[in-house]
């Protein structure tokens, strides 16, 4: 299925020999978020072992909607999943960082519009 394939890409590089979940490696439990997954079993693990627990961990065994859309709401959740405990949502405050002060200032399709047709020279080849 071209979902798995997609986190596998995302989280593992598309390797067989790292955790679905993040990308550690497969001879261990997690260490990075989630960590200490899968719960049960032995290391090392096999991709199939770990691809299972990834699963059933986000709750993918029990998805209904695998339309584009669904995949869309389902690979927002995935990603969203190991940061979500972590993360802290703060206003910003002080000066706008410099890639958005540039970005605010620089040119917009309204104030780069074409000439009229006339007032610019011809060619010269």
Not at 21 to 48: I, M, Q, S, Y
Not at 92 to 119: D, E, L, V
């Amino acid at each position: 299925m071209y979902f798995l394939a997609i986190i596998r890409g995302l989280e593992a590089d598309f390797r067989f020999n790292a955790h679905l979940h993040n990308g550690d490696p497969l001879t261990a439990r997690t260490v990075r978020a989630p960590a200490g997954r899968p719960a049960g079993g032995k290391p090392p693990f096999t991709w199939e072992e770990s691809a299972q627990d990834a699963i059933a961990a986000n709750r993918y065994d029990k998805w209904n909607d695998w339309s584009i859309a669904g995949m869309l709401v389902a690979w927002e959740r995935y990603n969203a999943s190991a940061t979500a405990s972590t993360a802290s949502i703060r206003p910003m405050s002080g000066p706008a960082p410099t890639s958005m002060r540039r970005a605010a200032t620089s040119p917009t399709a309204s104030s780069m519009r074409m000439p009229k047709r006339g007032s610019v020279g011809r060619w010269r080849c």
